[in-house]
């Protein structure tokens, strides 16, 4: 059921956003530092913890992971569209930068995909 998790879900972005903000006032900057990301740690622990205390209930896991399913690839998307208008305007060295970025990533992908299936052919 979708609807369970999202309390926690919810209190780790706002908690994770207002920590982002509160990092960017200390760098000096006018902007949410890595919010989205504090947050999802946040959720990561919260729910590490909750499932060792055996407090953690199947429909909230499942309400988590849907939830979390549909979170990660939307916010993915935003920022990606972000850095695309940033690279643009910033001009050609920003556009090398993520080029060569996305090519590392699929580098290590291949390489890491192909361990795992030699791993699992061990198995």
């Known amino acids: 059921m979708p609807i369970y998790g999202t309390a926690l879900l919810s209190l780790c972005l706002l908690i994770g956003l207002s920590m982002g903000r509160m990092l960017g006032m200390l760098l000096g900057?006018?902007?949410d530092i890595g919010g989205v990301g504090?947050?999802?740690i946040?959720?990561?622990l919260c729910c590490n913890a909750?499932?060792?205390?055996g407090l953690?209930?199947?429909?909230?896991e499942s309400g988590i992971t849907f939830w979390g399913q549909m979170y990660v690839p939307i916010v993915v998307a935003m920022a990606a569209s972000q850095n695309v208008r940033g690279a643009i305007s910033g001009g050609l060295m920003a556009i090398l930068a993520g080029l060569s970025a996305v090519g590392?990533?699929?580098?290590?992908?291949a390489a890491l995909a192909k361990n795992s299936s030699k791993e699992?052919?061990?198995?």
Do not use: C, G, H, Y
């Open 29 to 31: 900057v006018d902007a």
């Open 38 to 40: 504090i947050a999802m």
């Open 42 to 44: 946040l959720l990561i």
């Open 50 to 53: 909750l499932q060792r205390r």
């Open 56 to 60: 953690m209930k199947e429909p909230t």
């Open 104 to 109: 590392l990533s699929f580098v290590l992908v």
């Open 120 to 123: 699992a052919n061990r198995s």
